[in-house]
């Protein structure tokens, strides 16, 4: 949310005496590269619990498809209402054309494939900004789904390793041609490993051949493309993680309560917080130039709003659909 707030000043000179605060922001994009390491978390433990119970692969497919793409729907309505609304503004068509971007896809491939969260597949950028990394999470999607029928297959251990191979095929240039989203799937299986790793403690098993995975992906993408490394940069955090785990009580304090609040708006919050950032930004740069160090304040206040919209948006529309969900998987068990 940051790193799109504080974009203009990113692509081009800031104001004097806020370079600190756009170097700061700039770092802002490496928070996808955490949210794959969390997910991997997530999403294995989910896995597990699935493959446990012997529920059906499809099961685990509907539970996720139903968790993202409702509110996706709703965001992108969202975001193209406020589109149209803006056309008078940015003298933008209505539909977007082979010269120019419009405020709604010009044609109705165009509109399924953003439905659809295709747009990598097709070489598009996605509808709503954020869309792309989505589109890569429901590809681990699928590739778990995959995963776990495998499992039911070739057994479990066949299947972590046949994960763990796609992880390192993920390093690899030629591969990450083939199906772009692999390059993010050892920063999927890193937060994944750290999952294992804690399942392992509950066992009185040893924790270190999961962290010591961890570790050789870190030492991969190091290898590659030094500390600047992403993958790196995933591996550390996922073992920050682990090690975290034992302060798992301090999460309880109060002092931390509004960073809870926040994780339960984090979906919507990610979802909304660009299209109501980069109009609401855009308006107001008509009378204050980005170059103005007075532009600090319509930045200040998109991020404000963004927060406001996602509890909106959270409390109305994300939280019926949950419920929805959850009611809708509960009578087809």
Sequence with gaps: MVFH?????????CPRGFGWLADFARQGWRGVHLFFVISGYCIAQLAYREYKQQRKVTHFIANRCLRIFPPYWA????????????????HAPLFTTHEKIGALPGSWSAF???????DPLAGTPGYLLVAWSLSWEVAYYFLTSALLLAASVIGAWSAI???LLLAVAGTNAQCVTFLPSL??????????????AHAAKLKNRAAWPWLAVITVLGGIGYAKDGVLSLLLFAALFALLLHWLRRYDSLSSMAIWAWLGRIGILSYSLYLIHAPFISYGRNLISHF????????IMPILLSICASIGMAWIF???IEVPIENWRHRLL???R
Excluded: K, Q, R
């Excluded at 992108?76 to 803006?86: E, M, V």
């Excluded at 399924?112 to 295709?118: D, K, N, R």
């Excluded at 204050?288 to 532009?295: L, N, R, Y």
């Design 5 to 13: 707030a504080f974009y203009p000043w990113l692509v081009a000179p």
């Design 75 to 90: 965001a992108c309505a969202i975001a193209a209402a406020l589109a149209a609304a803006a056309v008078p503004f940015n």
């Design 112 to 118: 399924f494939t953003h439905a659809g969260l295709l």
């Design 161 to 163: 390793a046949l994960a």
């Design 183 to 196: 390059s993010g799937w050892a920063e999927f299986v890193c937060g994944a490993c750290v999952f294992a």
């Design 288 to 295: 204050i130039p980005a170059s103005d160090p007075s532009f």
């Design 314 to 316: 959270y409390t109305y």
């Design 330 to 332: 509960l009578s087809h």
